[in-house]
């Protein structure tokens, strides 16, 4: 067991270890430890004690000093090992994690890591903490780096005014001592206010997490002048004791939907009190301070940084490729994630700080080396990021067969089908956007105007399930017909272009097939269609009025499994793949009787109401495939067309426009 110095507490590592095996065991799998995401506020106000301590414990030879000595210290213990997680990850994205939906801010918050604002990524391009996309986003977990580093950036002028102040008297002692407490509170409360209002921001700002790095901070403040520091073993021991019970209650019992504020007040008061419990001058017997101290808990608590580096890129890799569902990946996922961090701690880690300990420079030139060096690599993962489509190892590289973007017209207009003084207006969902080079190719083929507007959630005319009452979709509908009075003219086709049917998987999980065409079935769904049909009546009445033409597209087949996650050699045994390539093609035609009953009745109720069906053509035997002979697949994910499907769709699509138009 390590002995206690007198400038190093080994309890505050075995504590690292608690936090980083929490966060570990959360992430691996949330049902072991529901709490155990609360492990990196343990690190805050770990961060937040040790940073003071470092901070007022040297001697400095003035105020610039004092910083760029700080900040070159931050440099040299943080950036090696970061960056060198930062670019490799860069590397294997590049190399098995296809461009998607799910994936869409992977590329942005690995770039944003570099400089630390990874956790202003997240929320800016939308991953909240707890949304399916996170799971797959291997820099995800670099949030609670930049919240660091951010916090680092204005903590040492704050804590200088502390050192220079804090023993004069009157107004610059009371502004000594009350500069981070007040900022603490007023960050616990933006924790409170932003959970009520924007979620995300409470979650990853700064400004919502001051707070636990300032309690840590506050907290040696008051131990380096004698105070809040137990006066006898037996308030030590209590303290130890209660801090882990009250540590362990947030692990456990933390709500991750009010967080920061109010869960983290447990793991943040824990930790404070197991800090203090260890400041007893001389050793503690508490057999809580033994665990702490003991040398494989010491040991974990210096692999912490390594640990929490690693951990999550491999679990997000595996989720990519070979899964993360049964207990021997799990163990394999651990067993990975030691051999890395051990690596990074000995040969990264370590050896980086030796080396600096060893040159002799001023830290300035230290602060511009390392900087540029973050720069450096910054452009090198982008370099890789743009040439992602050369570079990747999956099928999803040959982007003119999976993808439905727009490409070059494959040959000239056709001089038979020309419709140059028409317009087609396409509103609906992420369906719409599937829609890209189908249309497009209709637009250079037949000369027509193709206008393009997802109304995400607020798709209109879905039929599947009524949408006008979900907050704000009225008014965004209403915007959306205010756009065709203005523009569409006489004849024009408008075309609602969503999801009409059930999934059966999404992105990141698959679904129960029976319990979907249960539900489908059910009275409930029922009215869900007999809502949204009304709906649609009200809309296409309006639309007649326009002298407008209305086209819907009835409901394409879905698939058990996304295509673009289970067709390369490295994600083939995914569990998510392992319902196959074909589904039956009457349970389809099942699941979407009761919206083609609706069609057709709305079909015979209006004349300017078009209906086209791909079902036919996608699925034309009696099992319903994600391929077609030659292995080029028709849809992208389990609903969403590939580029090669809409190449399959565009003559029964332009088929339609001449039977309206002609």
């Not at 960050?187 to 932003?194: I, K, N, P, T």
């Not at 990853?204 to 520091?229: D, I, M, N, P, T």
């Not at 993962?381 to 990747?392: G, I, K, P, Q, T």
Request: net charge neutral.
């Amino acid at each position: 067991m390590p002995r206690r110095t007198s400038d190093y507490f080994f309890e505050i590592d075995g504590l690292r270890a608690i936090a980083v095996l929490s966060v570990m065991a959360f992430h691996l799998d949330n049902s072991w430890l529901p709490g155990g995401f609360a492990g990196v506020d343990i690190f805050f106000v770990i961060s937040g004690y040790v940073v003071s301590k470092s901070l007022a414990e040297r001697n400095y030879q003035g105020a610039g000093n004092y910083l760029l000595e700080f900040y070159q210290r931050r440099i040299v213990r943080l950036f090696p090992a970061l960056m060198v997680m930062l670019v490799t990850v860069s590397v294997l994205t590049v190399l098995f994690i296809p461009a998607s939906w799910l994936s869409t801010a992977v590329s942005k918050t690995g770039l944003y890591a570099f400089f630390g604002i990874s956790n202003i990524a997240l929320v800016l391009f939308d991953d909240g903490y707890f949304s399916p996309r996170t799971e797959f986003n291997p820099f995800a977990h670099t949030w609670s780096l930049g919240v660091e580093e951010q916090f680092y950036v204005v903590f040492p002028v704050l804590f200088l005014a502390w050192l220079c102040w804090s023993k004069k008297t009157g107004l610059a002692k009371i502004v000594a001592w009350s500069v981070l407490p007040i900022l603490g509170l007023l960050s616990l409360f933006a924790a409170y206010d932003l959970d009520q209002s924007t979620s995300k921001w409470a979650y990853y700002s700064l400004f919502s997490r001051f707070w636990e790095l300032a309690a840590g901070a506050v907290l040696y403040q008051f131990h380096a002048v004698g105070k809040l520091l137990p006066t006898s073993r037996i308030g030590a021991s209590t303290l130890v004791w209660t801090g882990l019970a009250t540590t362990l209650t947030g692990l456990i019992w933390s709500d991750g939907q009010h967080f920061p504020y109010p869960w983290a007040l447990l793991s943040v008061s824990g930790t404070l009190m197991v800090i203090a419990s260890v400041r007893f001058p001389g050793e503690s017997q508490s057999y809580g301070h033994r665990i702490l101290r003991q040398s494989t808990s010491v040991y974990l608590g210096r692999l912490s940084y390594s640990l929490y580096l690693w951990h999550w890129p491999v679990y997000t890799l595996m989720r990519w490729t070979v899964g993360l569902d049964g207990y021997l990946d799990k163990a394999l996922a651990l067993a990975i994630t030691f051999i890395l961090s051990i690596f990074s701690y000995h040969l990264i880690e370590t050896k980086t700080q030796g080396i600096s300990r060893r040159i002799m420079v001023r830290p300035s030139a230290k602060i511009l080396i390392g900087l540029s060096c973050v720069v450096l690599m910054a452009f090198s993962s982008r370099a890789l990021f743009s040439h992602r489509n050369h570079l990747s190892l999956s099928q999803t590289r040959d982007t003119y067969n999976w993808y439905p973007y727009a490409h070059a017209a494959e040959r000239p207009g056709d001089p038979g089908a020309v419709f140059a003084d028409r317009q087609i207006f396409v509103i609906g969902n992420s369906h719409a956007d599937a829609y890209q080079y189908m249309l497009q190719q209709a637009s250079q083929r037949l000369g027509l105007a193709v206008h393009i507007r997802n109304d995400g959630a607020c798709s209109m005319a879905m039929i599947l399930n009524p949408t006008k009452k979900l907050p704000g979709c009225e008014a965004r509908q209403e915007d959306s017909l205010n756009v065709l009075k203005t523009k569409a003219n006489p004849g024009d086709i408008v075309f609602f272009a969503s999801l009409r049917t059930h999934r059966l998987t999404n992105q990141d999980k698959v679904r129960d097939p029976q319990e979907v065409l249960t539900y489908a079935r059910s009275e409930f769904a029922h009215q869900q269609v007999s809502v949204a049909k009304a709906e649609a009546a009200e809309l296409i009445t309006r639309l007649e009025e326009l002298d407008l033409q209305v086209l819907i597209d009835a409901p394409k087949p879905v698939l058990l499994l996304p295509p673009f996650r289970c067709s390369d050699w490295f994600n083939a045994s995914n569990p998510v793949c392992k319902r196959g390539f074909y589904v039956e093609r009457q349970f389809l035609l099942d699941i979407r009787e009761p919206v083609m009953s609706a069609l057709f009745e709305l079909d015979t109720e209006h004349d300017n109401l078009h209906i086209w069906d791909p079902f036919p053509v996608l699925c034309p035997e009696d099992r319903c495939a994600s391929f077609d002979e030659e292995r080029l697949p028709f849809f992208y994910d389990g609903d969403h067309l590939s580029g090669h499907g809409n190449r399959v769709l565009y003559p029964s699509f332009t088929k339609v426009l001449k039977a309206i138009w002609q």
